[in-house]
């Protein structure tokens, strides 16, 4: 597989749930980045985890990232209908913000 | 809240000819970047940019690209020949000042080019 994948492809849930999204990736990296695309809009930068951490939280979000296995995972907690977007990962190899894009996870939240 | 704008939203071209896509970056940020998304893939790393000089570029960034910044403000992608796989979503980002150190980066909303 390419650095940064992400499964699953599509996750539906419904308001409330917990939704998990995984990351994985080949090559060492300087840090990890979430990303969230609305559709047929920009990116917007969710949260970072530097390869000497292992978990990040903020807000409703909480990033893990495990080194040894080169796979990250992001959780949103309490989903909410205004979740629903396209969920990347992006590896920096180098800290000079070069971005590797995995393919992105599809997050359908009904109400 | 500072944003990165685009211009244009879309734009439509034949093969063959030139295209340029206009950036304005957040004001205080440093470093510039293009990115481009191919309908259905992955986001791709185009080019860097700092001190008005490209940092780093991709494979796909080739002798049809170029960018430059022609005044404190504007950042511009200019493709010289367009070819029908150009066509493509193309993402300007900024950073600089306290995300340099974050590695956030701020996109744009994109210009969708159509290459006929």
């Known amino acids: 597989s390419q650095q940064g994948e992400e499964d699953p492809q599509a996750l539906s849930i419904q308001e409330g749930e917990n939704a998990t999204m995984n990351c994985s990736y080949k090559?060492?990296?300087?840090?990890l980045q979430w990303y969230r695309q609305n559709s047929g809009r920009g990116l917007v930068h969710l949260i970072l985890i530097r390869s000497n951490e292992r978990e990040k939280h903020s807000g409703r979000l909480r990033v893990t990232l495990d080194t040894s296995k080169k796979s990250s995972s992001l959780l949103i907690t309490a989903s909410r209908a205004a979740d629903t977007a396209s969920y990347f990962c992006?590896?920096?190899?180098?800290?000079?913000?070069?971005?590797?894009f995995g393919t992105g996870t599809r997050l359908l939240v009904s109400p | 809240e500072p944003e990165v704008t685009q211009t244009p939203s879309h734009q439509v071209t034949q093969m063959g000819q030139e295209v340029i896509l206009r950036c304005v970056p957040i004001s205080n940020h440093l470093y510039f970047y293009w990115y481009r998304q191919i309908l259905g893939q992955k986001v791709e790393f185009l080019v860097s940019f700092y001190n008005n000089e490209i940092s780093e570029k991709s494979e796909i960034f080739d002798d049809q690209f170029s960018v430059e910044r022609p005044d404190g403000s504007n950042f511009t992608l200019k493709i010289r020949s367009t070819k029908l796989e150009d066509s493509a979503m193309y993402f300007c980002?900024?950073?600089?000042?306290?995300?340099?150190?974050?590695?956030?980066?701020?996109f744009g909303e994109g210009s969708r080019l159509t290459v006929l």
């Open positions: 090559t060492s990296i300087n840090n």
């Open positions: 992006a590896t920096d190899a180098t800290g000079f913000q070069k971005l590797v």
């Open positions: 980002a900024s950073s600089g000042g306290t995300s340099a150190t974050t590695g956030e980066l701020f």
